[in-house]
């Protein structure tokens, strides 16, 4: 599981973030604790970050061929090679990159340079889909980041979700989007649907209905995310009040007042001191 953070763009006062690269990037805002993110339908930019098959970028890409879901895949990363979401992503024609931790002698480097890799793509939103490796702080800090957790968090965070949760005996799971802090699974729930426990249920055939459920999820509150905006005030998160609020502003702003028309000399028959015919 991709660790958690959020850090999301204030719609009125935009903070700069620590600078990733010298081109502007709209993900590079400083974290605010009431903060919140507009963007027109489509200019909505996510790179998806990927470790194995790929199916929930699979469920973005197709989501995203539709001009009305508001957002596009400009990037997909990958902490390896050779893996079916980088195929998914080669066959739609979206640009893919690979930071692999061993290529980097500290934990550190990597993080600086998968920020660097990923801030080249200017995104407004990092989507961690499937991506395997604890996000650092340098990402952390220049971009906002949602995640996805096979279990309602806070209840059984971790690696092994589905295998707590059957071992606890709970009658119903199901799964979380949420935002990425600096924890693990830790991040502001944005949304979270239940799944059944079924009589007979093992840890495969448990996950395999969640992830189900998990890719519709997730790609309606990526679509929302882009499409409304958001706010996320301590750990909670709204959808929707960012378009409101700039509504609101845009209302509340003074009609601008039209200038006076030129003053016409009809005796000499000019008009602002041009004579006319």
Known sequence: MAGARYALAASRAHPPRATISKEPSPGNHLQNEASSRRSSALSFRLVVLVSGSGTNLQALLDAASDD???????????????IEGL???GRA???TFVERVGDHSTREEWDESLAERIAGHRPDL???AGFMKILGPRVLAAFPVVNTHPALLPSFPGAHAVR???AYGVRVTGCTVHLV????????????EAVPVREGDDEESLHERIKTVE?????EMVGRMAREGWTTTGRTVRLGTARAAGQAAAARRPAPVAEPAPAQ?????????????
Not at 181 to 192: E, K, L
């Open 164 to 166: 707590d949760a059957l």
């Open 181 to 192: 802090d600096a924890g693990v699974d830790t991040g502001p729930v944005i949304a979270q």
């Open 68 to 82: 009305a879901y508001g957002a596009t895949v400009v990037a997909v990363g990958a902490d390896r090679d050779d």
């Open 87 to 89: 195929a998914r992503a």
């Open 126 to 128: 990092v989507v961690s």
């Open 215 to 219: 890719r519709g999820l997730l790609v």
């Open 93 to 95: 024609g979206v640009p």
């Open 265 to 277: 000399d009809r005796t000499q028959g000019t008009t602002s001191g041009r004579t006319t015919k």
